[in-house]
């Protein structure tokens, strides 16, 4: 291994390095605001609306992300919507997460047993200030470990947005290899730069999952 | 109808070929799943053992097949091998390798946690009824273990199959390659095939995937109640 040609490809990393957190960031983002609504669809089971949301979680849970990437970025324009490559990377990512991060919810939801309902009205809470004040904090608390474990997952699936030409961290280095021939340096700084992006937010998770696990009562 | 694409589909072999490709994507699967399942059992009846270097080794295996992208494994595999090893592995090959890798780590850590679900009692009263430890395993954890064991690797059969759409990204002609080239082929006489070709594709995946996700849930309904 040269390390000089490791200084050399460094910034090149740090640049997709960059881009490959921001659209994973804006993607989990968006996942969790898609999957919040869907598991108070599912939850609240408003008519209609709910066989939608099943449909959109199963389509999105049983397709790869490499898949529906091609599908909004090289078919969509055939109809008339057209994305740019950051754009369809984000959008891709929100489709795929949105049902990921709803089950996470749900299943922290329909934790909650029925009586913590029943006790919050009978002291004379409304509806809304049960499921803000006494369903939502312990749904939270049981969805924290499957949302880390989303947020993960989600960040590495960005590894395939170098399929719609994004130049994440993949594409440098497949663009390196195929120009310099220095696959060593190429691949070892691969992996350098995902564990950088992807240690922190397991350690992080990690943490964040002890202490909430304080906030389940009655367990 | 012709605006769309759809009509390619049905234009001489293109509907087979498509099918085919998703037959190279199942194929690679199914042998890493075959692959996966006895070596996770093994790694993860291991890792519930006490021996401090096995764990550690095993440990780090794990951690590091599951922080990784599998894309970065691909490629590790693919391009790495051929440099360091000198090894001239085909894009197939190396991902039969990568998905059996990344499946038994995968593996072997739900084999574990069913493992440690089965409470400390069972193993005790084995040992009371003078079990050797190879028939405990074999009559009494094994068994228990299986109910919680089967609805996760079902599951961990349609992760199998939906990450080895990545082979595409290491030349492997599978169903995105087979329609890319549909598609080129036929850019003047349907412009528009790509929205009917890659929609095809997607539920081609889906059709394949849901029925398996279907079976998981059951059974998981089943085994809980």
Not at chain 1, 27 to 39: D, E, M, N, Q, R
Not at chain 2, 5 to 15: A, P, Y
Not at chain 2, 58 to 84: A, D, W
Not at chain 2, 102 to 116: F, P
């Amino acid at each position: 291994m040269n390390p000089e040609i490791i200084g050399q490809y460094l910034p090149l990393y740090g640049e997709a390095a960059i881009l490959t957190v921001e659209l994973g960031f804006l993607g989990v983002l968006f996942s969790a605001v898609v999957g919040l609504f869907c598991a108070a669809v599912l939850y609240l089971r408003v008519p209609i609306l709910r066989q939608i949301v099943w449909i959109y979680i199963e389509l999105s849970r049983n397709t790869p992300l490499l898949i529906q990437l091609f599908f909004i970025y090289y078919g969509l324009p055939k109809v008339g919507i057209r994305t740019t490559p950051a754009v369809c990377g984000v959008a891709g990512l929100t489709f795929l997460g949105g049902s990921y991060m709803a089950e996470a919810f749900r299943s922290g939801l329909e934790a909650v047993p029925k009586i913590q309902e029943e006790s919050a009205l009978s002291l004379g809470m409304t509806k809304a200030q049960a499921i803000r004040l006494v369903i939502l904090p312990q749904a939270f608390s049981v969805s924290v470990p499957a949302l880390v474990a989303n947020v993960i997952f989600l960040l590495k699936e960005t590894s395939v947005f170098s399929a719609v030409s994004l130049m994440d961290l993949m594409f440098t280095a497949k663009n390196l290899i195929g120009l310099y021939y220095d696959t060593t340096e190429a691949l070892f700084l691969l992996v350098v730069f995902y564990l950088i992006i992807l240690l922190p937010v397991g350690v992080l998770g990690t943490v964040l999952e002890k202490r909430v696990r304080y906030a389940g009562f009655g367990s | 109808m012709q605006a769309l694409g759809l009509d390619v589909l049905f234009k001489g072999q293109n509907f087979i070929r498509l099918l085919g490709g998703l037959g190279v994507a199942l194929r690679i699967s199914l042998i890493a799943v075959v692959i996966s399942i006895p070596a996770g059992v093994l790694l993860g009846t291991l890792m519930t053992k006490k021996n401090p270097v096995i764990r550690g080794i095993l440990r780090f295996y794990l951690e590091f097949m599951r922080i990784m992208p599998q894309m970065v494994l691909l490629f590790l595999v693919f391009f790495g091998s051929t440099r360091s090893l000198g090894l001239d592995l085909s894009g197939e090959t190396s991902a039969v390798i990568v998905f059996s890798l990344w499946g038994t780590a995968e593996m072997s850590d739900l084999v574990r946690g069913a493992i440690t679900s089965i409470p400390r009692h069972q193993y005790d009263a084995a040992a009371a009824l003078c079990l050797s430890e190879r028939q405990t395993y074999y009559y009494i954890i094994f068994p228990q273990a299986l109910r919680r064991l089967l609805p996760l690797s079902i599951n961990l059969i349609t992760r199998m199959i939906k990450t080895t759409s990545l082979v595409l990204m290491i030349g492997v002609v599978e169903i995105i390659k087979v329609a890319q080239q549909i598609i080129e082929a036929n850019r003047m006489s349907s412009p528009n095939a790509a929205f009917g070709v890659y929609l095809t594709v997607f539920m081609m995946y889906f059709l394949a995937c849901f029925p398996i996700s279907m079976l998981a849930r059951f059974l998981e309904k089943r085994f809980y109640e």
